[in-house]
Nanobody, 127 residues
Framework: QVQLSESGGGSVQAGGSPTLSCAAS?????????MGWFRQAPGMEREGVAT????????YYADSVKGRFTISPDNAQRTIELQLTSLKPYDTAMYYC???????????????????WGQGTQVTVAA
């Protein structure tokens, strides 16, 4: 069983650049090679933001965040970070870390592919 723990959320001004972190614990080496971030705004579906293989071989981004967010893995520590830049009010959401055995370009954003989820960390962007 993998447990995920997020940190780094909070309230920021538009244009801010916080960094979110996610640490995995438990049976990590046998259970997942891919970790990513999803977000869910009030009244909206949870959507994929970015995902990476822990060895850094492949990363995927949602079009809405390309060029603004950067996902970075640390395979040795089994952690990932998400650097958020040029934040907009519409980026306000609960951000969730997720882990999967594998991720693919055609389906990395599919929630069903991920078998472990964190509790989420809130990011609120003020205009």
């Amino acid at each position: 069983q993998v447990q995920l723990s997020e940190s780094g959320g909070g309230s920021v001004q538009a244009g801010g650049s916080p960094t979110l972190s996610c640490a995995a614990s438990g049976h990590t080496h046998a259970s997942h090679n891919c970790m990513g971030w999803f977000r869910q705004a009030p009244g909206m579906e949870r959507e994929g933001v970015a995902t990476t293989y822990l060895d850094g071989s492949r990363t995927y981004y949602a079009d809405s965040v390309k060029g603004r967010f950067t996902i970075s893995p640390d395979n040795a520590q089994r952690t990932i970070e998400l650097q958020l830049t040029s934040l907009k009010p519409y980026d306000t959401a609960m951000y969730y870390c997720a882990a999967a055995w594998a991720c693919y370009s055609a389906s990395w954003y599919s929630r069903g592919q991920y078998k472990a989820w964190g509790q989420g960390t809130q990011v609120t962007v003020a205009a």
